[in-house]
């Protein structure tokens, strides 16, 4: 007797059998449909075939955020589909959707001045008790350290020490902070260096609160776009920010640097990045977790430095964005009992989703996390990594 699931009426029998091109496809990467292996999907609505042939990734996500598929191991199960890169390769009504969003992309400037709170008032401003829940003591809301680091705690302080010292911070200097966030780099600067800072956000809840943490200390925090920026400063620093500045700006975004920056100054950039150039996006992450991100690849930098900036130093630390992602899932679980009122079942799987999805972009190696140190053309002093 065939056993069906109980629940809507749109449920079919769990035994229904994958469409062979999904299943095939999902051969390719490692896994299976209802396999024995813990980075194996397990169905529980096979509604999910059909979400996935007519809306790629975006359904597939949107379909485990509705319970229609589990897996014990998420972060194994997009490492391999991932290095396999099946979200490139399904058929041929999401490869229209793909075409459309490019076109759309060559057509529209998603990241113009007039989104630019957008991604605030979407993502980060969404609660600081989940910030908080989930960040170490710094709120650092970026990949860690871990070369020598045991813990969360231990790496964030590592890549604050870090982006210190590649900076060449001295007591007096005025830093710019693009992307300053909950105010943790700031205040680690103002604190250890002696130098007074500016930090600029586009989130007002993290402008409130860092302007809170760093109170008593020589830090201004403001609530503005990076391309209002005025002034001069000794040394710029922007950290996990550049993911939102988008193709069509990144020679606006790195002239907007030049401007600001003595001759003599050194701008550091932390940003996530591809060994590629893709022109498509993950829909999924577009619409649930950051609208309107894509993230550069080598040659996007390149292009946009060239004639602005001399590179000093190119540092690539992707695998440590695994670990820290991974630590920041295991705090949000264990916080999860006092967020749940506030969040919602929904939102708790679609946060899994995220964080694992975004491990597995690190471990297949399809993400890397890099911190270039740039120096305006004509300056004369010699740098020397700190590495």
Same mark, same amino acid.
């Given at each position: ?26 051969a390719?990467?490692?896994?299976r449909?209802? /396999?024995s292996q813990p980075?194996?999907i397990q169905?529980r %609505?096979p509604v999910? $075939? ?12 949107e379909?485990?955020? %509705? ?8 972060d ?5 589909l991932?290095?396999?890169?099946? &979200? ?10 793909l075409?459309?969003?490019?076109l ?9 001045q007039t989104?630019?709170?957008e991604v ?6 969404i609660?600081?008790d989940?910030?908080?829940a989930?960040l &170490?003591?710094?709120?650092? $809301? ?5 070369k020598?680091?045991h ?6 302080q590592a890549?604050?020490d870090? @982006?210190?010292?590649k900076?060449e911070?001295?007591?007096?200097e005025h830093l710019l902070?693009? /992307?300053?966030g909950?105010g ?6 103002a604190?250890h260096?002696g ?20 109170? /008593?200390?020589?830090?201004?925090i403001? =609530?503005? &776009?990076?391309?209002?920026?005025r002034?001069?400063?000794?040394k710029?620093?922007s ?6 500045v ?5 020679a606006?975004?790195f002239?907007?640097?030049? +401007?600001v =920056?003595?001759?003599e100054?050194l701008?550091l950039?932390?940003t @996530? ?7 498509h996006y ?6 649930y @977790? ?7 690849s ?7 430095l060239?004639?602005?900036f ?9 695998p440590d964005y695994?670990?820290t ?13 006092r967020l749940?009122?506030?969040y919602?079942p929904?939102?708790?799987r679609?946060?899994? $989703?995220?964080l ?6 690190f471990?297949? +190696?399809?993400?890397?996390?890099w911190q270039?140190?740039l120096?305006?053309p ?10």
């Open positions: 007797m065939q056993h069906v699931e109980k629940g809507p009426r749109h449920l079919q029998a769990r035994n229904d059998a994958p469409p062979a091109v999904l299943a095939e496809l999902l390719e990467a490692g896994c449909f209802n /396999g980075w194996d169905v %609505d999910l $075939y059909r979400r996935i042939l007519t809306h790629g990734s975006l359904g597939f996500g379909a485990y955020m %509705d319970g229609a598929w589990e897996c014990p191991r998420l194994e199960l997009f490492t391999r991932l290095a396999a890169r099946i &979200d490139e390769r399904l058929g041929g009504r999401v490869r229209l959707r075409l459309a969003a490019a759309r992309e060559l057509l529209l400037n998603r990241q113009a989104r630019a709170f605030g008032r979407r993502h980060y401003d609660g600081n989940l910030f908080r989930m &170490d003591s710094s709120m650092s $809301y970026s990949c860690g350290y871990w020598d680091a813990d969360l705690e231990g790496a964030q890549k604050l870090l @982006i210190c010292r900076l911070l001295a007591p007096g902070d693009i /992307g300053c909950w943790g780099l700031a205040q680690y600067a604190s260096h130098v007074r800072v500016t930090g600029i956000t586009v989130s007002r809840e993290q402008a409130a609160l860092a302007r809170e943490r760093c109170r /008593g200390l020589p830090v201004e403001r =609530l503005m &776009d990076y391309r209002d920026i002034g001069a400063f000794d710029v620093v950290v996990g920010m550049f993911e939102h988008g193709p069509r700006n990144y606006m975004f002239e907007t640097v030049r +401007r =920056l003595r001759r100054g701008f950039l932390h @996530i990045g591809k060994p590629r150039t893709e022109r993950d829909p999924w992450i577009d619409r @977790i950051f609208p309107n991100g894509r993230l550069p080598v040659v996007q930098l390149a292009r946009a060239e004639g602005r001399a590179i000093e130093d190119w540092h690539n630390f992707g695994d670990r992602l991974m630590a920041w899932w295991a705090r949000f679980d264990r916080a999860w009992p749940e009122a506030h919602g929904r939102f708790y679609m946060w899994k $989703y995220y694992h999805a975004s491990a597995g972009l471990r297949s +190696r399809r993400g890397q996390l270039l140190v120096g305006r004509d300056h004369r002093r010699e740098y020397r990594s700190v590495r």
